[in-house]
């Protein structure tokens, strides 16, 4: 068995009896948006926290949930087991009218 796929195998046995994982979307509030990620030379090292439900075919959502000290968005991941796509869209829809604030996107002009 190769490594994703038994990567994949424990982490959905670790889920087993859960609805619903919360969990952040990345390990940092972000980084520079020209950049590949926020190790140079490690450019996916951020995605720790949703490649593993990409590659169990999960359902998961990211929904802004504010703002660090400095204005970068800080986001929080909904995930659900395979096929509870619904679940998974509705919680998101909640968790957005629930935030503590309303964010303030920038204006691009």
Do not use: C
């Not at 424990?10 to 520079?32: I, S």
């Not at 990409?54 to 096929?83: K, M, Y």
Request: glycine share 12%; hydrophobic share 50%.
């Amino acid at each position: 068995m190769g490594v994703i796929a038994a990567s994949s195998q424990r982490f959905l046995k670790a889920q087993e009896g859960l609805d619903l994982v919360l969990a952040p979307t990345l390990p940092m509030a972000g980084f520079a948006a020209e950049l590949p990620g926020p190790v140079p030379g490690v450019p996916l090292g951020h995605t720790g926290y949703t490649a593993l439900f990409n590659q169990t075919g999960q359902p998961a959502a990211t929904v802004g949930w504010g703002l660090d000290p400095t204005g970068l968005p800080i986001g929080v991941q909904v995930a659900g087991p395979r096929f509870a796509d619904r679940l998974v869209l509705r919680i998101a829809a909640f968790l957005e009218t629930a935030r503590p604030a309303p964010l303030r996107w920038p204006v691009i002009r």
